[in-house]
């Protein structure tokens, strides 16, 4: 059965950093996966994007230069990773995985991030 398993998360200071983690089990080829964020109160946004060979990578512009989206397909054929440095209280949300398989989502169950002092 195919599921995303997601690890990582919890609460850190401002400045800290995190690193999210996302198994894709069930897939027997490699798949383009992002990472989204949903703040409360707010609408799910897209974060960062990788490719399924991990050539293009794509990031929203507020994470630039702080988050970086990666993908380790020798482990397993979609085993992604997102590395949060800097983090402000703004990145405070519930981070999902996601891998697209033509036409189909496939989505984690979400971790909590929060950045309070």
């Known amino acids: 059965q195919a599921q995303l398993v997601q690890s990582g998360g919890g609460l850190v200071q401002p400045g800290g950093s995190l690193r999210l983690s996302c198994v894709a089990s069930?897939?027997?080829?490699?798949?383009?996966m992002s990472w989204y964020r949903q703040a409360p109160g707010k609408e799910r946004e897209w974060v960062a994007g990788?490719?399924?060979?991990?050539?293009?990578?794509?990031?929203l512009d507020s994470v630039k230069g702080r988050f970086t989206i990666s993908r380790d397909n020798a482990i397993a054929k979609n085993t992604m990773y997102l590395q949060m440095n800097s983090l402000k209280p703004e990145d405070t949300a519930v981070y999902y995985c996601?891998?697209?398989?033509?036409?189909?989502?496939?989505w984690g169950q979400g971790t909590q991030v929060t950045v309070s002092s």
């Open positions: 069930g897939f027997t080829s490699s798949y383009p």
């Open positions: 990788i490719t399924s060979g991990g050539v293009s990578i794509n990031y």
């Open positions: 996601k891998l697209r398989r033509g036409l189909i989502d496939y």
